[in-house]
């Protein structure tokens, strides 16, 4: 099969874990004999430097015209430090997701038993936790009007859903619900917010046409601590855009690091796929980030284009490589191994050198390796 692929590498880490996604791709397209073709398009603080716009015309003529987009991260300090700058990298993001109508962000969840021990949560409450949140994504206080006037000494956001915004990705999580446990938990804040009573109301409309599943409902502030203390009772969580955005890291901290996290962007066409995390601009460059967010993105854009086992192998390999304990620093800061090598082991594992060609000596010197 062949597929036409917008790489979008962005700013910080960005540019070193997307290019562990290819080399992901390039092995599955080797193995399985597809033809991915790659054209590059700037955001971002990338594209700010080059063109003074952070989403210019052409990265967005290069994403509709592809079948999928893998992107990397935006941000950078010069803007985090600058709250006056009126051209900002995330402005990209945002209009990118909105040109492309994608309004659906799926982002699973899935801890891995070898690196329980790891992560920051007590063991008990990790154990086997598998969810995914649906994030709305193009509407919300994201979308609504941002000013501020009384001499800039008072500010807005403006918080807007409607029905249908509401229904659409609702649909999308109540499909999914049915395909994995059957429960799902809407989060809001309807004790105090219009918008979330607007979604209470519509959500529970929709239920009636997914009887199989079980709806619940959860203030967001209740569900932030849940998801410490029993993230395993969690199978669909359908939030709005700003909870969902927040969840999302925190959930980052029980399967022990944010860069673990995939993220699959869904709308009318085109396929967005990013890892969950930043640009962590303090490692760009060092080849010390997390890749497996990203790798497992361009799992799930295989599962777009309707791979599904050559989806599997890619998260098998991410599983083989985590469980085999070769693991970037945020996971281990003791034994640990360089960006590059973990997307090394992921391709080779994908086009079945390993783990035959990994024993016990070369995995000794890939630990020389260790920075
Ligand atoms: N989708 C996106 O592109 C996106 C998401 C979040 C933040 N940002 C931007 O990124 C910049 C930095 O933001 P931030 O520091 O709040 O968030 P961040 O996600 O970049 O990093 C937060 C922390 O998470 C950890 N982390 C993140 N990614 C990792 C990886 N791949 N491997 C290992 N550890 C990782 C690091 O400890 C890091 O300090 C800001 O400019 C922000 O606006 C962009
Ligand atoms: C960079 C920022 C605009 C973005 C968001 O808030 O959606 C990011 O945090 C994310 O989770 O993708
Ligand atoms: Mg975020």
Not at 43 to 48: F, V
Not at 91 to 103: C, D, P, S, T
Request: aromatic fraction near 8%; include cysteine.
């Amino acid at each position: 099969m062949k597929k036409k692929i917008a790489v979008i590498y962005g700013d910080g880490i960005g540019r070193e874990v997307t290019e562990q996604a290819i080399k992901a791709l390039d092995a599955v397209a080797e193995v399985y004999n597809h033809t991915f073709i790659y054209e590059r398009g700037l955001l971002g603080a990338e594209a700010i430097d080059a063109t003074g716009e952070p989403l210019p015309h052409k990265t967005i003529d290069i994403a509709k015209k592809s079948d999928a987009v893998l992107f990397g991260a935006v941000g950078d300090p010069r803007f985090d430090n600058n709250p006056a700058a009126k051209v900002r990298p995330e402005q990209g993001i945002l209009a990118i997701r909105k040109e492309l109508e994608l309004y659906s962000n799926i982002r699973p969840v899935v801890s891995y038993k070898s690196l329980n021990h790891l992560s920051p949560l007590k063991l008990r409450n990790i154990e086997q936790v598998d969810f995914v949140i649906y994030r709305e994504l193009s509407s919300g206080i994201y979308f609504g009007e941002h000013y501020t006037n009384n001499n800039g000494g008072t500010a807005h956001d403006v918080c807007t859903y409607n029905v249908h915004e509401i229904e659409r990705i609702a649909h999308s999580a109540f499909r999914t619900a049915q395909q994995r446990h059957k429960k799902l938990h809407l989060v809001d804040k309807a004790n105090v917010m219009e918008t979330s009573r607007l979604w209470r109301k519509t959500v529970t409309e929709v239920a009636r046409q997914y009887s199989d599943v079980e709806l619940k409902f959860m203030y967001i502030d209740n569900a932030a601590m849940q998801l410490i203390i029993n993230p395993g009772q969690f199978d669909v969580i359908l939030t709005e855009n700003l909870f969902g955005d927040i969840l999302s890291d925190e959930s980052g901290a029980i399967t022990g690091s944010l860069g673990l996290l995939p993220s699959a962007s869904l709308g009318s066409k085109i396929g967005f796929f990013e890892p969950v995390h930043g640009a962590f601009n303090e490692a760009a460059g060092k080849d010390i980030a997390n890749p497996v967010g990203s790798i497992l993105s361009a799992a799930m854009m295989l599962e777009f284009f309707n791979m599904p086992e050559e989806a599997d192998l890619v998260k098998q390999a991410v599983s083989w490589t985590l469980n085999s304990g070769f693991v970037t620093r945020d996971i281990d800061s003791v034994n640990y191994y360089y960006t590059s090598t973990i997307g090394d082991l992921i391709s080779d594992f994908i086009l079945g050198k390993i783990p035959d060609a990994v024993n016990k000596s070369n995995i000794e010197l890939m630990k020389s390796t260790i920075i």
